[in-house]
């Protein structure tokens, strides 16, 4: 039996999220991607069952690195303000540091196996953030909200501002590069609008 290359792994795994970015789930394959890597597809299947497995774990993989980017130095036992700014910081920095992985992570979140690869990543973030929402009500810091409402209201306008910036423009064709000036502005319209 042929034994697992880690390098070999590395490149694969980083060559599979450029397939994918460039031509979404229509345009990969495993022959294309044994290709892109100059190795046998045999040689892929030492990795990986099939496609499918190797999309679900290269989903799992980012999933799991940017949910534990984004509870770096954060605590649900924050002050609402100071919390919610970490959660901005950690999820800029996740995303203009790895913009190719977070765009590949974006199209496998809304295939057909997006689902099951969040119920097997977020459980632990899924739950640091409850308890953050339910501690920042019960301080008062945050108006009782449905979660939908809070979620869109609260990382709406940076995911907006994050979109602007990797395509360059916002609006009107107007060319743009996220800064401090345009985050903190968000942020603390944000917050003013959450206050109770």
Same mark, same amino acid.
């Given at each position: 039996?042929?034994?697992?290359?880690?390098?070999?792994?590395?490149?694969?795994?980083?060559?599979?999220?450029?397939?994918?970015?460039? #031509?979404?789930? %229509? #345009?990969?394959?495993?022959?294309? =991607?044994?290709?892109?890597?100059?190795?046998?597809?045999?040689?892929?299947?030492?990795?990986?069952?099939?496609?499918?497995?190797?999309?679900?774990?290269?989903?799992?993989?980012? #999933?799991?690195?940017?949910?534990?980017?984004? =509870?770096?130095?954060?605590?649900?036992?924050?002050?609402?303000?100071?919390?919610? /700014?970490?959660?901005?910081?950690?999820?800029?920095?996740?995303? =203009?540091?790895?913009?190719?992985?977070?765009?590949?992570?974006?199209?496998?979140?809304?295939?057909?196996?997006?689902?099951?690869?969040?119920?097997?990543?977020?459980?632990?973030?899924?739950? /640091?953030?409850?308890?953050?929402?339910?501690?920042?009500?019960?301080?008062? %810091?945050?108006?009782?909200?449905?979660?939908?409402?809070?979620?869109?209201?609260?990382?709406?306008?940076?995911?907006?501002?994050?979109?602007?910036?990797?395509? #360059?423009?916002?609006?009107?064709?107007?060319?743009?590069?996220?800064?401090?000036?345009? /985050?903190?502005?968000?942020?603390?319209?944000?917050?003013?609008? =959450?206050?109770?």
């Amino acid at each position: 039996m042929r034994t697992r290359n880690a390098d070999k792994e590395k490149l694969v795994i980083e060559k599979a999220i450029e397939l994918i970015v460039s #031509g979404g789930f %229509e #345009g990969f394959s495993m022959n294309k =991607l044994a290709r892109l890597c100059n190795i046998s597809v045999a040689t892929l299947y030492i990795y990986y069952q099939h496609k499918d497995d190797l999309i679900k774990k290269i989903g799992s993989e980012i #999933g799991t690195a940017f949910f534990a980017h984004t =509870l770096k130095d954060f605590s649900a036992d924050m002050p609402f303000p100071q919390g919610l /700014t970490k959660q901005w910081e950690n999820r800029i920095s996740f995303s =203009l540091e790895n913009p190719k992985i977070v765009e590949c992570f974006e199209i496998i979140r809304h295939s057909p196996h997006g689902e099951q690869i969040l119920q097997t990543v977020v459980s632990p973030f899924k739950q /640091t953030m409850a308890d953050f929402f339910t501690n920042a009500v019960s301080n008062k %810091e945050l108006q009782p909200l449905p979660i939908e409402v809070f979620w869109s209201v609260a990382y709406g306008p940076l995911y907006s501002l994050l979109r602007f910036h990797s395509e #360059g423009k916002s609006m009107g064709g107007k060319p743009f590069s996220l800064n401090d000036n345009y /985050t903190n502005q968000a942020l603390q319209l944000v917050l003013k609008a =959450l206050k109770p």
